[in-house]
């Protein structure tokens, strides 16, 4: 099964490699914006604050906002092509019904985009982790394996929010999109532990998906092999999977009725 | 209904077919028969259900109820199967914007699973014969309409389909871009491509058309050739009659017997008989006083005109 479906996915995929073949300068833009983060909080902030305990050790405060960075830097590079494009393509282009006419079928398209929103967060993922050993942010090799650990990111904000794009019926709704984003980002262990939240707050914050992101990548970093990283892989392989399955049938009944 | 087909040639079978959507019933229990090789249309007024039913026939919408078979299989279990076999032109453009004229094609292919080298030919083969070569490094933003809708018939021939479908391929087209798309769907017809296509246009399907259902209201009301429709539906001449201040105070007894049947518009009243002329001089002799009058052949306009008592363009 997988194999005949594979092939029909990957034609979908290689559309995208069709369209950013010329649009390359697009993609480079998102790489742009972690490097400022950590220029302007992991130095400029990090030059007020210094060291910062991390498993027991005081580590610069850069080398610890980084992986964080790195992480939503895949992040957003899934997440914006799982929805600014897939809504252009699903609303405005009709991309997707001239996909629907030939042998492909919803779940190869889904497949087929989450592979291209992947390869995105990838690719920020790769360029940042080169800014880091340019910067002399790397404690430990294993920090070579996060560009298969944000595999899991983009899996799980891709298809979620490939999911949640299905249900927006203008661009105006995609403010609840930055809505969403914004204090993901802020507030998911970026920028200090996630011990500082008190009481039941932090377990509130400990469920998103950012977080449970930024420990993978920050452990790998930090050579600190851990068994909560087997959590961190698990809950972002679930959200991905139950965001896929709804984009799925979402797909279905918008396209296909 | 009467269905004049041998199974055994029929490339679309459909029996039954049924869509509602909710309480709303998009196309009722209709029967047709596609055959190999022939140029059949579904003709009819906007929202009558052709685009539904060629919809259920690309296997990218289920049926409520009925069978249907195409190319021997059924489109709800066998979907990807009978869809590399077809090629489908939408009625709105569905044309990737974000790719250049031949990357449109290239993709495409891919789509349907074809070699690279293999798709890269028949590209080249396609925009040659749809004249758009010399655009095929351009942007599809700025082909005019009549490019763009050859252009979208190239695309679905990638795969060499064995049946076509076109769902409304002329609307919005000028007259000279329509004749242009029409020579070319000839060719193709002669080429053994069996063509399906929806039109609200009568003389496209009387031009295009080796055989044609007539749709109205979700129901087929009439089917076969569009001479055979003519001559069973409608009489040999019409005569037309204009009545720019309505014809609503022209009695019936003045309308009896100017021709075999009439039908009574807004403005005008349409009159079926053997001889026009001889009607209109009836038409005179019965004390009416149209503003002006035509006479001519009969059309599937008269045939669709009978049939439901409606204008197409109402």
């Known amino acids: 099964m997988i194999a005949s479906i594979a092939p029909r996915a990957l034609s979908v995929f290689e559309r995208n490699v069709f369209v950013y073949r010329r649009q390359w300068l697009m993609i480079a833009t998102g790489f742009f914006e972690p490097l400022f983060f950590l220029l302007g909080i992991g130095f400029g902030v990090g030059g007020v604050i210094g060291t910062l305990p991390y498993n027991g050790v005081e580590v610069p405060y850069a080398a610890f906002v980084a992986p964080a960075l790195l992480a939503s830097a895949a992040m957003n590079g899934a997440i914006f092509d799982s929805t600014f494009n897939v809504f252009y393509k699903l609303k405005y282009a009709r991309v997707y019904d001239a996909i629907l006419a030939t042998p492909v079928s919803v779940g190869d398209l889904a497949v087929g985009e989450l592979l291209w929103s992947n390869l995105r967060g990838v690719i920020y993922a790769v360029a940042f982790l080169i800014v880091m050993f340019a910067f002399g942010l790397v404690a430990s090799p294993l920090a070579l394996l996060t560009p298969f650990a944000v595999i899991f990111i983009g899996f799980a904000f891709g298809a979620a929010g490939f999911a949640l794009t299905t249900h927006l019926r203008s661009w105006k709704d995609f403010d609840f999109i930055f809505i969403i984003l914004t204090p993901l980002f802020l507030f998911s262990a970026t920028f200090y532990p996630v011990e500082i939240y008190p009481g039941a707050l932090r377990y509130v914050v400990e469920l998103s998906p950012l977080t449970r992101g930024t420990h993978l990548i920050r452990s790998l970093c930090f050579g600190d092999l851990n068994l909560l990283m087997l959590v961190d892989i698990g809950f972002l392989a679930l959200i991905g999977l139950l965001g896929y399955r709804h984009a799925v049938s979402r797909l279905g009944k918008l396209l296909l009725k | ?314």
């Open chain 2, 1 to 314: 209904m009467n269905l004049s087909t041998s199974n055994a040639t029929a490339l679309i079978r459909a029996r039954g077919l049924t869509k509602t959507f909710g309480s709303r019933t998009a196309v009722d229990a209709i029967n047709f028969d596609v055959r190999d090789g022939e140029f059949f249309g579904f003709l009819g007024p906007n929202g009558a259900g052709k685009t539904t039913t060629m919809r259920m026939i690309a296997g990218v919408s289920p049926r409520t109820a009925g069978t249907l078979e195409i190319l021997g299989s059924d489109p709800d279990t066998d979907g990807p199967r009978i869809r590399g076999q077809l090629g489908v032109v939408h009625q709105q453009e569905t044309l990737d914007q974000e790719l250049t004229v031949r990357e449109n094609l290239l993709i495409f292919g891919r789509f349907f699973g074809i070699e690279r080298k293999e798709i890269a030919e028949r590209a080249d083969q396609l925009l040659e014969l749809f004249q758009l070569s010399d655009r095929a490094k351009d942007q599809v933003e700025p082909l005019s309409g009549g490019m763009k809708r050859r252009l979208s018939i190239a695309r679905s021939l990638i795969n060499a389909p064995r049946v076509l479908m076109l769902d409304e391929p002329t609307t919005g087209l000028d007259p000279q871009a329509r004749h242009l798309l029409w020579d070319a769907l000839q060719r193709l017809k002669r080429s053994g491509t069996t063509i399906v296509l929806t039109t609200h246009y009568m003389d496209e399907a009387e031009q295009l058309c080796d055989r044609l259902v007539v749709m109205d209201q979700a129901k087929i009301v009439a089917e076969g050739s569009p001479r055979q429709l003519i001559e069973e539906h409608a009489s040999r001449e019409v005569l037309e009659l204009r009545f720019p201040e309505g014809t609503s105070r022209i009695s019936k007894e003045t309308l009896d017997g100017i021709g075999d049947r009439y039908e009574r518009l807004a403005e005008r009243v349409i009159i079926g008989c053997e001889n026009g002329e001889a009607a209109h001089a009836r038409a005179l002799e019965h004390g009416l006083t149209p503003e002006s009058w035509l006479v001519r052949r009969s059309s599937l306009e008269d045939v669709f005109l009978r049939l439901t008592g409606r204008s197409l363009d109402e």
